[in-house]
């Protein structure tokens, strides 16, 4: 009889962040996610930016189960520790299916691009202390969807909402 490993759900279970070195963590050379010399730079910048935010995710081993892009990026900018977060309930099987379900699903998602306007026209106009291109947006692509929001005046009704004059009946 086979018996399936389940996670442990809930509560129960508690998570600990801890630094180690980066040189005792290892990269999965099977992770099918391919991370761009372009990307590292950019997961880099925003580290610089926003700080470490989400910690990788490793396996008893130390074996990188998520974060691999992260952890590059860090030795590119050359720290010598990252916060991580130990895996131990998940089976080997079920480390790399999360490993590619944590890439994958991500990209099951899509953008409200009227609100992502919205929000990269406001942090445009902010005082930032930091490149808006830490968004992972370049300044083209943001110049382009901030142009794409229709002006609308306070007070002022968006001529797209007009509802249409009813014209002659046609017999």
Same mark, same amino acid.
């Given at each position: 009889?086979?018996?399936?490993?389940?996670?442990? %759900? &809930?509560?129960?279970?508690?998570?600990?962040? #801890?630094?180690?070195?980066?040189?005792?963590?290892? $990269?999965?050379?099977?992770?099918?996610?391919?991370?761009?010399?372009?990307?590292? %730079?950019? #997961? @880099?910048? !925003? /580290? =610089?930016?926003?700080?470490?935010?989400?910690?990788? $995710?490793?396996?008893?081993?130390?074996?990188?189960?998520? &974060?691999?892009?992260?952890?590059?990026?860090? @030795?590119? +900018?050359?720290? *010598? =520790?990252?916060?991580?977060?130990?895996?131990?309930?998940? !089976?080997?099987? *079920?480390?790399?299916?999360?490993? #590619?379900?944590?890439? %994958? +699903?991500?990209?099951?998602?899509?953008?409200?691009? *009227?609100?992502?306007?919205?929000?990269?026209?406001? +942090? !445009?106009?902010? =005082?930032?202390?930091?490149? /808006?291109?830490?968004?992972?947006?370049?300044?083209? =692509?943001?110049? +382009?969807? #901030?142009?794409?929001? @229709?002006?609308?005046?306070?007070?002022?009704?968006?001529?797209?909402?007009?509802?249409?004059?009813? &014209?002659?009946?046609? !017999?």
């Amino acid at each position: 009889m086979q018996h399936s490993h389940k996670p442990e %759900r &809930g509560p129960k279970r508690t998570l600990t962040v #801890i630094a180690r070195p980066i040189a005792t963590l290892k $990269l999965d050379p099977r992770n099918a996610r391919v991370h761009s010399p372009r990307q590292i %730079r950019q #997961i @880099a910048a !925003s /580290i =610089e930016a926003f700080g470490f935010n989400v910690p990788v $995710l490793i396996d008893a081993a130390g074996k990188v189960i998520a &974060g691999h892009g992260r952890l590059l990026a860090c @030795a590119q +900018l050359g720290w *010598q =520790e990252v916060p991580t977060i130990r895996l131990e309930h998940l !089976s080997a099987a *079920q480390a790399r299916a999360y490993m #590619i379900a944590d890439n %994958r +699903l991500s990209e099951n998602a899509s953008w409200d691009e *009227q609100l992502l306007a919205e929000q990269l026209r406001d +942090l !445009s106009l902010a =005082e930032l202390d930091f490149s /808006i291109e830490v968004t992972g947006f370049e300044m083209a =692509e943001i110049d +382009l969807l #901030i142009e794409g929001l @229709a002006p609308t005046v306070d007070g002022e009704s968006d001529p797209a909402e007009a509802i249409p004059a009813a &014209g002659p009946a046609v !017999s």
